[in-house]
């Protein structure tokens, strides 16, 4: 199979599961308890605006006739409106976008800046105190929960050394930069910095430990092949073999588990950004959820479901064009 047939392939199964996300999010609204126009509007409110609003949005319809037009708008990006504050859902959405964006982003860079070179110690230092450590490390970072690790984070670097602060920021990383831009002040991008560290490291830690393993498990397979004997033998330098040859071939899994971790990091963040009130949409979702806003809950899923499979068929593309084997799949 070509990559273009892949890659169509890949396209047809994305549909497949948005839509599969879109239509499991409506059943379970549909058979949520409750009344939505008695959500819509403040407690007492009289039987015929109850009935009216029923009417004006639709709710009097067959469901099949709901589904189809909520699946009909989401075609034409009409995500509604949200039922506690009559807003625009897909304004509600893009709001939140750069917050959990640049978390996402923020807790990639730290596993890549710390996985690979632990990876890379780690494979070259078998069996030695360093392999050992990157290997502990791995295990913590694995297993340990992220609400747990925010805490513990917000209790020992935020109230007791009062290194990072730990309210809700004050800046976003867009408005800092264009004050710097602008003015040439520094101050606001210093005050993001201090504010999104933490949880960056939280949402970060289990995919830092998740890609020091695959690369050192890469590195380990590689380094064992002749090409690795060859090149030494001619007398190329260990750091020249390590990082130019070995590291090139181990990178192929750790850009696809990149890939992929950043369409989960734009939906897992609900923890992290709960812990942290950091205003992103997974804080934005638990609020919708707490106040059963179901267009909002919606919205926001659907848009994380559309977000991870784009991302996952840009990754496929990457990974087809680095290794076109993976057509013939």
Do not use: C
């Amino acid at each position: 199979m070509t990559s273009a047939k892949f890659l169509v392939r890949r396209l047809l199964q994305g549909i497949v599961v948005i839509w599969g996300v879109v239509t499991i999010m409506f059943g379970l609204r549909a058979v949520s308890p409750g009344d939505p126009a008695n959500l819509m509007l403040a407690e007492g409110a009289s039987e015929s605006l109850i009935q009216q609003v029923r009417q004006e949005e639709g709710l009097d319809q067959p469901i099949y006739v709901q589904y189809f037009d909520y699946v009909q708008g989401l075609l034409v990006g009409d995500f509604g409106y949200s039922w506690r504050s009559n807003r625009e859902v897909e304004l509600m959405v893009i709001e939140r976008i750069p917050a959990t964006l640049e978390l996402a982003i923020a807790a990639t860079i730290v596993a890549v800046v710390i996985a690979i070179p632990l990876g890379v110690i780690s494979a070259t230092r078998r069996n030695e105190p360093a392999d050992y450590g990157a290997t502990l490390f791995s295990l913590l970072g694995i297993s340990t929960p992220n609400f747990w690790l925010g805490l513990m984070l917000i209790l020992v670097l935020g109230v007791w050394a009062g290194i990072f602060p730990t309210g809700r920021r004050p800046v976003g990383l867009a408005e800092a930069t264009m004050t710097f831009v602008q003015y040439g002040y520094a101050g606001d991008l210093v005050t993001w910095v201090r504010y999104i560290t933490l949880p960056a490291i939280t949402l970060g830690t289990y995919f830092t430990a998740l890609i020091t393993r695959l690369t050192r498990s890469g590195m380990v397979d590689e380094l064992g092949k002749p090409y690795v004997t060859a090149s030494r033998a001619k007398g190329l330098p260990n750091v020249l073999v390590r990082y130019k040859h070995v590291l090139r071939n181990t990178m192929i899994p750790i850009i696809t588990v990149l890939g992929l971790q950043l369409g989960t990091l734009m939906g897992g963040a609900v923890i992290t950004e709960t812990v942290f009130n950091w205003p992103g949409l997974g804080l934005r979702l638990i609020d919708a959820l707490r106040i059963r806003d179901w267009p909002l809950m919606q919205g926001i899923v659907v848009f994380i479901a559309i977000a991870f499979v784009s991302i996952n068929i840009f990754v496929d593309a990457i990974y087809a064009s680095l290794d076109p084997r993976v057509g013939d799949e």
